[in-house]
């Protein structure tokens, strides 16, 4: 696993990370930077562009959302994003990982990565001698978090006053949303399946940063008082296999308009959406649904990452 930076004193809070591959490489101050500048480029009130930048993308994992909003976000800041897919690159095809990382390290100012393992966004950042951006990793998809929190702040307003709950698996998503909550002062509530939580790990983690995440039994007990309701596939990409496996053991965890009756809770997806299981289209669908903002602030957000990482 990665080193986090969790501490928020005034020294450190002036070093920004020389690379992000989970939310809590940023101190609290540092995620408040990234999320006010990426608030600002959205309002068009700050022009910060990046001439001349290159952002090298690494896929070994397709994505709709990350590509889209990596490489358009690169463009509206003025600088260029290289796509290297899966057939492209010599990620798992015989060569190094840390021979690419240099050779990429020394074409582009950046580097993004989509990738199974955690390691390999790792050994990028210790080879390349760039700037490396976890833009998924089994263990981690810290760039989502960064557009979750923007998404809850437009929506709901003062995150330290937010009450947010997670229900279903306990996922790289969850797990760095889980993070992300606690480094921004969220208050957060858990309900997953047993042998599917978030780790022991991650709320090792939160509690370091002072906002532990409450784990309850029941899907309704979680979201009672929520602001924000936030699911994700039970099905990850690369579980396929375990489809049968996991599947019952999610029972009774759907996020429906049953679940989220009496409430006013907002509701959060990262997608894609599997509608029906996860989620009903009705859910999915309504006005309470945040999906669509989260997607395009994804954008965004990594707009107020690239600058602060890169101008």
Same mark, same amino acid.
């Given at each position: ?32 930077? $990234? ?14 562009? @990046? ?25 509206? /800041? #003025?600088?260029?994003?290289?796509? @290297? ?18 050779? /990429?390290?020394?074409?582009?100012? %950046? ?9 390999? %966004?790792?050994? @990028? ?6 700037? $490396? ?28 006053? $937010? ?10 998503? #969850?797990?760095?949303?889980? $993070? ?26 939160? %509690? ?8 309850? &039994? ?13 699911? &994700? ?28 009756? #009496?409430?006013? %809770? ?23 649904? /945040? ?14 990452? @690239? ?5």
């Amino acid at each position: 696993m990665s080193t986090h930076t969790t501490s928020t004193t005034p020294d450190d809070a002036d070093e920004f990370p020389s690379d992000f591959l989970d939310i809590d490489d940023l101190t609290t101050d540092q995620l408040a930077t $990234v999320l006010a500048r990426a608030s600002d480029l959205k309002a068009g009130k700050d022009l910060t562009q @990046l001439p001349r930048t290159t952002l090298a993308m690494l896929f070994e994992k397709p994505s709709t959302r990350t590509r889209a909003s990596f490489e358009t976000g690169m463009t509206q /800041l #003025g600088g260029h994003a290289m796509f @290297l897919g899966p057939d492209a690159i010599q990620l798992g095809h015989g060569e190094p990982l840390k021979d690419t990382a240099r050779a /990429l390290g020394g074409y582009a100012d %950046a580097i993004m990565v989509r990738t199974f393992a955690h390691e390999n %966004a790792e050994t @990028l950042a210790e080879y390349a001698g760039v700037p $490396v951006i976890n833009g998924l990793t089994d263990d981690a998809h810290p760039c989502q978090t960064l557009a979750d929190l923007l998404t809850i702040r437009e929506a709901v307003g003062d995150l330290s006053q $937010v009450q947010a709950a997670w229900v279903g698996d306990g996922n790289n998503v #969850g797990r760095s949303f889980a $993070v992300g909550a606690a480094l921004a002062g969220l208050d957060l509530t858990v309900a997953t399946p047993d042998g599917y939580g978030l780790g022991d790990d991650v709320y090792d983690r939160c %509690a370091e940063l002072g906002t532990e995440p409450t784990a309850v &039994d029941s899907p309704k007990e979680a979201v009672a008082d929520a602001d924000v309701v936030y699911t &994700d596939v039970w099905v990850s990409m690369g579980e396929e296999d375990l489809r049968a496996e996991k599947l019952p053991a999610f029972d009774g965890y759907q996020v429906n308009e049953e679940l989220l009756a #009496g409430t006013d %809770a907002a509701f959060m997806h990262c997608l894609p959406a599997h509608r029906g299981e996860e989620v009903t289209d009705e859910v999915l669908e309504s006005e309470r649904s /945040l999906v669509w903002e989260q997607a395009e602030n994804r954008m965004h957000a990594q707009k107020g990452l @690239l600058v602060e990482l890169l101008a």
